[in-house]
């Protein structure tokens, strides 16, 4: 079974801790070799693992960037911070080219979901930021708590 890295337990912690989603923007670029340094467990590149924490992690990717989104759209200074900590979640997890695909394709479903739906910041669009941000939470702490080491 592929458990997940200790230093992608720790930003998962970090983040539940914080109660940061990370974030991404649809216009994200692949830039860094995903497939690069892959465990030897890991999927080969044109294949998505089956791995039981791919679920949540996807679910997770979803939530940072529908938070991410709203954040820019409220005027939040820090928004960005959520696209780095996507970002960081990426690179720490260092899945297979298809596993990330997935995570992004995520990331960018979340975005446009409430893109689609939110010209301004309404007051209905900071109560969806809490409650992401509180799902964002829990499901982290059940990522660590289920796959950590």
């Given amino acids: 079974m592929f458990i997940l890295r200790p230093s992608c337990l720790a930003l998962a912690a970090w983040l539940a801790v914080a109660g940061l989603?990370?974030?991404l923007h649809p216009a994200f670029a692949e830039a860094s070799g995903a497939g690069e340094n892959a465990?030897?467990?890991a999927a080969p590149e044109g294949r998505a693992t089956d791995a039981p924490y791919m679920a949540p992690l996807a679910r997770l990717?979803?939530?940072l960037g529908s938070v991410h989104f709203l954040r820019t759209l409220c005027g939040d200074p820090n928004a960005r911070l959520y696209r780095?900590?996507?970002t960081e979640l990426l690179a720490a997890q260092k899945?297979?080219?298809?596993?990330r695909r997935i995570l992004v394709?995520?990331?960018n479903s979340g975005y446009r979901a409430f893109e689609s739906t939110y010209r301004v910041?309404?007051?209905a669009a900071r109560l969806a930021v809490e409650r992401y941000q509180k799902e964002g939470s829990s499901l982290s702490r059940e990522i660590s708590a289920r796959y950590g080491n």
Wanted: glycine share 0%.
């Fill in 95 to 99: 899945a297979s080219e298809a596993d």
């Fill in 21 to 23: 989603p990370a974030t």
């Fill in 39 to 41: 465990p030897a467990d």
């Fill in 84 to 86: 780095d900590k996507m």
């Fill in 105 to 107: 394709a995520s990331f």
């Fill in 61 to 63: 990717s979803a939530i």
């Fill in 121 to 123: 910041c309404t007051p």
